[in-house]
């Protein structure tokens, strides 16, 4: 893990590989942004006319390089963009910092420490970088053979070993507590994505549950977990049914993390289906590659209860995780066939497909016998949510409005884009079924809005709840971008981890 650091040096003296400096996109050409102004003088404040010569222009995640001004100890700056120039005296928002702080990240790919002289107006700015370089200088290496020969052997490089923010306040409590948060939640994030990018025939949902114990017992965490015998002798239809078609038998994994001065408490439940062949209703060729990221939703509660335990919220926070893989077989479970829920209810299955939202029923059912003061799931549920919202955004669903409305800022406010959807209740009837209480299927358009009027059924009387749905952003397969590697990118993680903050300060219902 990248090794995170503030620093009083003046640029031109530290010893590094790299300085990074931000560049902003101006009327008339790019901008030197604050934080750069001892790089910007030793270029005798020449450095925007340098940037434009070499075609730079400050959008965002764009990188420029060029030799170091004489005297410094660093060979190389970096120049990062960080888009339109604000309105004077307004300041650079905190997710354009992070991105081209991730971007920073990633193209200094081999070096081992960098410092970034990017605008640093107060401990906000400072953790915003800082958790930018954290998630930019992310990479999943574990099996290659660079993991265990050395990356010379190959030719392969190491992420960026060490990030110093120029402009910070060492001894300043603020400063200092921003970024320990932004390592506390960058380390938990890129946990997350480590089990999202890991191949489904070691994240087993047993292997998946035997992590959780590792990080319960170094953390100081509660855990419970229910095998397959323990699923059967306490009714989790759902659970069950999903994992009757694979040799890998399922789990429940109940997560808590408890403070003594906590007032609230809040319900985390994840998806995690370890892999998802469809089942015997078998996704078509071209859909199947990807799916060990189908577990995404566990994997982000995962990281988030733990991130609350690193940050000592005042909160109470339980992360469910409904761990599961979904295979066919001659035990697998069938369209038709009729599944005993924890709840009571039972649920004709007309495709086993529709597998996130069975295994998350139980554990809704189950998070909701604690009676908390909130529930969130979270998973990689529809792709009618893609196609919806695109890659990029989760959809936010939700039994309260105004926490819907609470959740879509909180995502906003730590950079991840997300958008409040509506649940239509003529959609409901379409959930009806002729043998059982109800199907796991209703009307194919607005699939991803039936998917969530499913799940309410599943929440206990007067427990607010809120459902996201990350099908989009959770796997990249495209190009990185920002702080955003290709592969797993832990959708989510700071959205639950600011609930939890909010949760804790009482200003989250």
């Known amino acids: 893990m990248t090794a995170l650091t503030l620093s009083t040096a003046a640029a031109p003296g530290l010893r590094a590989d790299a300085i990074v400096v931000g560049v902003a996109k101006g009327a008339k050409g790019p901008v030197v942004a604050p934080g750069a102004e001892a790089v910007d003088a030793a270029y005798d ?9 070499l075609g730079a222009s400050g959008a965002e995640g764009e990188v420029t390089k060029l030799p170091a001004p004489a005297g410094f100890k660093a060979p190389l700056v970096l120049a990062v963009g960080l888009g339109t120039a604000p309105e004077k005296d307004a300041g650079f928002g905190a997710e354009a910092l992070r991105r081209a702080a991730g971007a920073a990240a990633r193209a200094l790919v081999g070096a081992k420490k960098a410092a970034f002289a990017l605008p640093l107006a107060d401990a906000a700015d400072a953790g915003a970088v800082g958790e930018g370089a954290l998630l930019g200088a992310y990479s999943f290496d574990a099996y290659k053979e660079t993991a265990k020969s050395g990356a010379k052997a190959r030719g392969d490089k190491a992420p960026l070993a060490e990030a110093v923010l120029l402009g910070g306040k060492p001894r300043d409590k603020a400063f200092k507590a921003a970024v320990e948060r932004a390592a506390a939640v960058a380390e938990e994030l890129n946990r997350a994505r480590d089990l999202i990018n890991m191949p489904p025939n070691d994240l087993t949902p047993a292997a998946f549950a035997a992590l959780a114990q590792d990080a319960a017992k170094a953390n100081g965490l509660k855990i419970q977990v229910l095998d397959e015998k323990a699923l059967a002798k306490g009714g989790y239809g759902g659970i069950l049914g999903v994992g009757a078609g694979s040799a890998a038998a399922p789990r429940l994994v109940k997560l808590s993390y408890t403070s003594s001065k906590a007032k609230k408490h809040l319900a985390l439940v994840g998806k995690g289906i370890t892999y998802d062949s469809g089942g015997i209703s078998l996704k078509p060729a071209g859909h199947n590659e990807t799916m060990k990221c189908d577990m995404s939703g566990a994997a982000a509660v995962f990281a988030a209860v733990v991130a609350a335990a690193r940050l000592g919220l005042e909160v109470n926070v339980t992360g469910w995780l409904a761990l599961a893989e979904n295979m066919p077989s001659g035990s697998a479970t069938r369209p038709g066939d009729v599944l005993h829920m924890f709840s009571g209810k039972t649920v004709e299955v007309l495709n086993t497909d529709a597998e996130g939202r069975l295994v998350l029923a ?54 991840e884009a997300a958008w409040p959807m509506p649940m239509p209740e003529h959609l409901r009837k379409g959930l009806d079924s002729p043998t059982a209480d109800m199907a796991n299927m209703g009307e194919r358009m607005g699939g991803g809005l039936v998917a969530g009027l499913f799940l309410r059924e599943f929440i206990g009387e007067g427990i607010t709840w809120a459902h996201l749905d990350i099908a989009g952003p959770a796997f990249n397969e495209g190009g990185p971008f920002g702080y955003t590697p290709k592969g797993g990118t832990g959708s989510a993680v700071r959205t639950l981890v600011r609930l939890a903050e909010l949760t804790a300060a009482g200003d989250l219902g």
């Open 45 to 53: 404040g020449k450095l925007a006319d340098v940037l434009d010569t």
């Open 362 to 415: 139980d554990a809704l059912w189950a998070a909701s016998q604690e009676k908390p003061d909130a529930i969130v799931d979270v998973a990689t549920l529809t792709g009618a949510m893609v196609l919806a919202l695109g890659s990029r955004t989760f959809g936010i669903m939700a039994n309260d409005d105004a926490f819907r409305a609470a959740i879509h800022e909180a995502a906003e406010e730590v950079g």
